[in-house]
């Protein structure tokens, strides 16, 4: 049995992994996707020290200086976690067992919830212009959304696709101004304000979608960048107390409600809350320490 399993390998669980060997602690970390979420960010350009990297990059230094320290990381898809005798199972392909675990398991892209979204997906439907930008080149693609997330989506789009709509509901976008402004220079990229994507169309693929403007857009592709929600169906059978939004609710030391269970990332709340690779990572190592001094009661 372990002291604590580390679930998630984003910014948040390797950052808590290199807390945890130094710690010296008999901890084990289980990720499905290596590096996490952060993974699909296209760029990133305001993580201390580390100057324009891409998510890809980032996740997997983050995850080498781990496992030079010594970090065990499993890749396994935990389906399930019961508390049993105030301890910890968690069902996967495999079992695990720990006295405590720390929840870094972010959250879930985010849908538009329009006709033609689920019966297009892989067919011009995207959520990660990363993962599928390079199917688009030379082509016209949209992007939804007005943060950090479709705005990097948006640019990157313009290297390679032929044009790049970047679509937003609101009147003003809410990215940093430094992308806004290398978006806004593209001569191959147009925003397009206050409006919604209501119905995707095609025939076997993506050839439009129709805004609630009136207007409809002809390309070959749309990215949805709205933002996120809350993974929370893995830890559903836990007393774990949630903001109205379904994050879970953290204090300063990153412990829940449930004794044992700590959770630091994107699914953890604590008050004001800024989504990013190092404030997830600084909140990791906030609940190691917290917790290394929980195995010394």
Same mark, same amino acid.
């Given at each position: ?13 390797? !950052? ?17 996707? !290596? /590096? ?17 990297? =891409?998510? @890809? ?48 398991? /972010?959250? %879930? ?75 806004? !220079? ?5 925003i397009i304000y206050n409006a919604n994507v209501t119905e995707i169309q095609g025939d076997k693929k993506v050839e439009k979608v129709l805004l609630? =403007? ?31 939004? /379904?994050? @879970? ?29 190092? =404030?997830?990572?600084? %909140? ?5 320490? !917290?917790?290394?001094?929980? =195995?010394?009661?």
């Amino acid at each position: 049995m372990y002291d604590l399993i580390i679930l998630g390998t984003g910014p948040a669980g390797l !950052s808590a992994a290199v807390y945890a060997a130094r710690y010296k602690m008999n901890f084990l970390v289980i990720g499905a996707v !290596s /590096g996490g979420t952060v993974t699909q960010a296209h760029q990133i350009e305001n993580y201390p020290g580390i100057e324009g990297v =891409t998510g @890809i990059e980032l996740g997997s230094k983050i995850e080498k200086h781990a496992k030079k320290l010594g970090a065990e990381i499993t890749v396994d898809n935990i389906k399930k976690i019961e508390k049993k005798d105030g301890h910890f199972i968690l069902h996967g392909n495999k079992k695990y067992e720990a006295k405590r675990i720390l929840l870094t398991i /972010g959250a %879930e892209r985010a849908k538009l919830k329009i006709k033609g979204e689920e019966e297009f997906l892989g067919k011009g439907v995207s959520y990660c212009a990363t993962c599928d930008g390079p199917f688009f080149k030379d082509k016209v693609v949209c992007v939804v959304g007005g943060g950090n997330a479709a705005v990097t989506s948006a640019l990157y789009m313009a290297e390679l696709s032929k044009k790049v709509y970047l679509i937003y509901r609101g009147e003003e976008l809410k990215a940093e101004p430094a992308w806004i402004e290398q978006l806004k !220079s593209q001569k191959n990229a147009e925003i397009i304000y206050n409006a919604n994507v209501t119905e995707i169309q095609g025939d076997k693929k993506v050839e439009k979608v129709l805004l609630d =403007t009136g207007k409809t857009v002809e390309l070959d592709g749309i990215f949805i960048e709205i933002g996120s929600t809350p993974n929370r169906a893995l830890v559903s059978g836990l007393s774990l107390e949630t903001d109205k939004l /379904g994050y @879970i609710t953290v204090d300063a030391e990153m412990k829940t409600a449930e004794k044992g269970v700590w959770a630091a990332g994107d699914i953890a709340h604590n008050g004001f809350k800024l989504r990013q690779a190092i =404030t997830a990572a600084a %909140e990791g190592a906030i609940a190691v320490y !917290s917790i290394y001094l929980d =195995t010394k009661k």
